[in-house]
């Protein structure tokens, strides 16, 4: 199991579709395993976009992402990670594809909606950022019927 980061930017808050974009993951399989509305820190940006520090979409990336509301979201389950970044689609959703999450609701390369962690390492960091105190260990009751037990 594994267990990745999601932010719904923004974008998604002003629009509406916190429930409907949150379905898909969960209609999906994935588990919530934490949740929080809150208002992104510049502290916090920092540390979140570290990587991007000097590149020329930095300090707008941060302006939006610390001007209102966003929510993080913690979903555990089989390739989580891998899953929850093919619900998401291409980063631009101009190109990505119907049926994802950027390919249905998104049409700008600014505004992208959500954010996951791209890979185990990512997400151990994003996740310690986000949940300094942990997320929640639960099993759903559903669990047999959504997961493998390989």
Not at 82 to 97: C, N, P, Q, S, Y
Not at 104 to 129: M, Q
Request: some cysteine; overall charge negative.
């Amino acid at each position: 199991m594994q267990t990745t980061l999601l932010l719904f930017k923004p974008d998604t808050l002003h629009r509406g579709l916190v429930g409907r974009v949150l379905a898909r993951f969960e209609e999906k399989g994935l588990q919530l395993v934490g949740l929080k509305l809150m208002q992104m820190s510049q502290e916090t940006a920092a540390k979140h976009y570290a990587e991007h520090v000097g590149r020329p979409f930095y300090d707008g990336l941060v302006e939006f992402m610390t001007s209102s509301p966003i929510v993080a979201l913690a979903l555990r389950g089989p390739d989580a990670i891998a899953v929850a970044r093919r619900l998401m689609g291409k980063t631009f959703g101009i190109e990505a594809d119907p049926g994802t999450i950027r390919g249905d609701f998104g049409c700008s390369k600014s505004y992208n909606l959500v954010h996951g962690s791209d890979s185990e390492e990512s997400a151990e960091r994003e996740l310690g950022i986000f949940f300094p105190e942990g997320v929640l260990d639960w099993t759903p009751i559903s669990a047999p019927w959504l997961w493998d037990d390989e």
